[in-house]
């Protein structure tokens, strides 16, 4: 390689290097305001130092006095002439201009514009004179008579031969975290580390994927045609017995008996060779087999990026825009060394960076708020990752607000999303899941942040694009969390097959919750759906077949069923017989058949020749919840007249749509002597009645209630959000009649109650 080569394969590695080395040190930057600023500051010193000698080396003279004038700033901050938040914002902004003179060779060696202004800009925070431009270049001979030292490192990018560098001048600091760390590398050094990667396309990971799927295959086909020749010899072996019995009850001639008895030698040499044969193939196709098994997960592993290459970039994120509206915010990240598939990592970042602007604009308070509400002045956003068998685990939380529900279906009428009916029957969890809907915000105008209705509607459709799910839980006034469900790698997957007619279809281990035989016993019918009870609770039972519109269906008194989750729903889903379970090669629908159909992710090829379509959940379950659904608008079989009783307007608005949404008539009152009082002037065929409420609560008014003649025989159902067993206990023992929790009360619950009663 001529000088000028090197020069310029040092100048892409420097590129390369540097991006990792800047967000290093604006991680250390934004940690200059913590605890632990001390030991930030001399991170981001050597870095910093780093920088500038390898900058000087390459005549990239820009990037070497911006460098020493951050340098400046920097000691200036722990000598306490300059304040800590200027400097904080100083450092972060010459770290965007750095990064601009990256992709500016030309500006990176003579300087811009934009690049002197942050140089006095630093200089004046600093009190220093500014640096020169025009460090020393290096000479051409220098370059080359470095001993070079083979730094390389994998990358997302375009493929490369082994690019050597040579060491810098400057004090070295340990090399950036390699984006294809894994599991295997632990326990040595980060200099050892880079001395044992290399720089891989992406693409050649995916063709090698693809290839350990398809050489398991081949050598599972290898194992049947080992049984199968098995099998041959073994029917040869009794054929030769046979032959061997029968010559033993013929009189054959003294002159062919030498001839019979040679031919019943050869037939036990080759009955014990065949043996011999058939044992040793077998071993050396169980010993492939686990080899290929083994290449397929290394495969997998190498595919597996650190999330801490996109978790990096989000404290600077979170900083600018809590600082954008006057918050303040810690963000919290914990266990991001876990590995995810490479293909996955700009949905995942994606997903993260839009509940990433949601906490912050709309989940965390201003401080003033906060400090009204007891919490601490600065909210707190936490980012936990933790594996969970073949899935990957991402939780978002924060200590905010939370969500109101009856906010939310108020938006989602402003909107003209929905109806005042429809948003009314919905339960909190339903409303709370109202904002992944496409268009769906509460904010009454736009702003840079949020207000378009676009975002929360990203996360979940990039997520269940790789067979995830979204999960919410959140507590009013204590704060959301978000937790993201995802299989690690997309290669290859584990799933279970089972057989529709003659064909073959997969489903993701991950989201088979059980398998199982439905007994005529265990069948039931809500609201007009089909359901199964799956550990006590009723659970909707669907034809697989008939879903996807083809073969296949309910053939027998007990047919089997897959028992699949995805996120908070379950469904049983009928077949006609189990397959097996195994780890297969997902490839991408090919042809004009299968490309864009619904409910299908993939395809794998199997040992026998047969093609397996493999399913996609989250499709199947949004059907599955689109068939269960019951019409809640019509009326209902029979018309009741309803008392409703609860000292909340709101709770009484809310309750009274529900029932109303289910065709009955409403009476209110405002508490339990108001409601006492009603059911003594008035007929009604159900009360509802909350516990806690002035004059008379409750407990109190059912008790009443039930020992009124006239009175006793009306049903009455207590809605209260006290949710223990005790409270349930005490509920009983005053004689309600069921007893439903208002933070799960949805319109099926309340229809399926009342229609118990009534």
């Known amino acids: 390689m001529d000088t000028e080569s090197l020069k310029k394969s040092l100048l892409s590695k420097f590129q390369e290097v540097s991006a990792d080395r800047l967000q290093k040190i ?55 002439r300059a304040a800590t938040e200027v400097a904080t914002d100083l450092l972060l902004r010459a770290c965007d201009t750095i990064s601009d003179l990256l992709e500016d060779t030309e500006g990176a060696q003579s300087g811009t514009p934009a690049s ?27 370059i080359a008579v470095v001993p070079a030292v083979p730094v390389v490192e994998a990358t997302l990018e375009e493929p490369a031969e082994p690019v050597y560098v040579p060491p810098p001048a400057a004090a070295v600091s340990p090399p950036p975290r390699a984006r294809a760390e894994h599991a295997h590398e632990e326990g040595h050094s980060p200099k050892a580390l880079a001395d044992r990667s290399i720089r891989v396309n992406v693409e050649v990971l995916d063709s090698l994927g693809l290839l350990a799927g398809d050489l398991l295959v081949e050598s599972a086909r290898g194992r049947l045609r080992a049984s199968e020749a098995e099998a041959l010899l073994q029917r040869f072996s ?91 915010v810690d963000l919290v990240i914990e266990n991001a060394d876990l590995g995810v598939d490479r293909s996955m990592l700009a949905d995942v970042r994606d997903a993260l960076v839009h509940l990433l602007r949601n906490g912050v604009d709309h989940g965390l308070e201003t401080p003033d708020e906060r400090r009204m509400l007891g ?28 969500m109101d529900p009856q906010k939310l279906r108020e938006a989602a009428v402003r909107k003209g999303l929905l109806t005042e009916s429809q948003a009314a029957a919905l339960s909190e969890r339903e409303a709370m899941e109202l904002i992944f809907r496409a268009g769906f915000s509460t904010r009454h105008e736009i702003t840079d942040i949020s207000g378009r209705g676009v975002g929360m509607d990203v996360v979940k459709k990039k997520v269940e694009s790789l067979g995830g799910s979204v999960g919410i839980v959140s507590r009013l ?63 909707a039972l669907v034809g697989l077949g008939p879903l996807l519109g083809v073969n296949g269906g309910n ?70 919840r689109r068939m269960a659904r019951p019409v809640t608008q019509g009326q209902a079989a029979k018309r009741l007249r309803v008392l409703l009783v609860d000292d909340s307007p709101i709770a009484r608005a809310t309750e009274s749509a529900l029932v109303k949404a289910l065709g009955h008539t409403v009476d209110e009152a405002q508490d339990g002597e108001e409601g006492y009082l009603k059911a003594q002037s008035q007929q009604y065929d159900l009360i509802l009645s909350d516990v806690q409420m002035p004059r008379l609560d409750g407990f109190s008014l059912t008790r009443r209630l ?53």
């Open 238 to 328: 009794r054929l030769g017995d046979r032959f061997l019995k029968l010559a033993e009850h013929l009189a054959v001639p003294n002159s062919l008996r030498n001839d019979l008895e040679r031919i019943e030698g050869d037939l036990h040499m080759l009955r014990d060779d065949a043996f011999r044969f058939v044992r040793r193939n077998g071993d050396g196709i169980e010993t492939l087999h686990g080899n290929l098994s083994m290449m397929a997960d290394h495969v997998a592993e190498a595919r597996l990026v650190p999330l801490s290459t996109v978790f990096d970039a989000f404290p600077r994120a979170v900083r600018d825009i809590a600082r954008a509206q006057s918050k303040d």
């Open 477 to 539: 006034g204590r704060g959301s969390a978000f937790t993201l469900r995802l299989p690690q790698s997309l290669a290859l997957m584990k799933v279970l097959l089972v057989r529709l007619g003659d064909d073959v279809y997969g489903m993701p281990a991950a989201d088979v919750v059980a398998v199982m035989r439905v007994k005529p016993e265990d069948r039931m019918e809500v609201f007009g759906t089909l359901a199964v009870k799956h550990r006590g609770k009723p659970t």
């Open 706 to 758: 039930k020992s009124t003649v006239g009175l006793s025989r009306i049903p009455v159902i207590i809605l209260s959000s006290l949710a223990s067993p005790e409270d349930r206990r005490r509920g009983a023992e005053a004689g309600a009649d069921a007893y439903l929790v208002k933070g799960e009360l949805g319109v099926e619950s309340l229809a399926q109650t009342i229609d118990r009663l009534t």
């Open 116 to 142: 002197q202004e942050m140089v006095e800009a630093l200089t004046a925070a600093s009190g220093h004179a500014p640096p020169a431009i025009g460090g020393a270049r290096p000479s051409q001979t220098a």
């Open 555 to 624: 053939r027998f008194d007990k047919p089997p069923a897959v028992v699949v989750r995805h996120g908070d729903d379950l469904a049983a889903l009928v077949v006609d017989g189990f397959v097996d379970e195994r780890e297969v090669a997902v490839k991408p629908c090919g042809g004009e058949f299968l490309k864009g159909a619904a409910f299908i992710a993939g395809t794998a090829a199997l040992e026998d020749g047969r093609i397996a379509v493999l399913l996609h959940v989250p499709d199947i379950m949004t059907e599955v």
């Open 375 to 402: 919490k601490p002045a600065a909210g707190r956003l936490r980012i936990r990752v933790r594996a969970d068998g073949d899935m990957l685990s991402i939780e978002v939380d924060d200590d905010g607000r939370g």
């Open 26 to 80: 604006q991680l250390g930057i934004l940690d200059l305001e913590k605890p632990t600023a001390d030991q930030a500051a001399d991170e981001v010193a050597r870095e910093l130092h780093t920088m500038k000698g390898e900058a000087r080396m390459l005549g990239l003279a820009a990037i070497g006095q911006l460098a020493h004038a951050a340098e400046d700033v920097l000691r200036a901050e722990r000598d306490g």
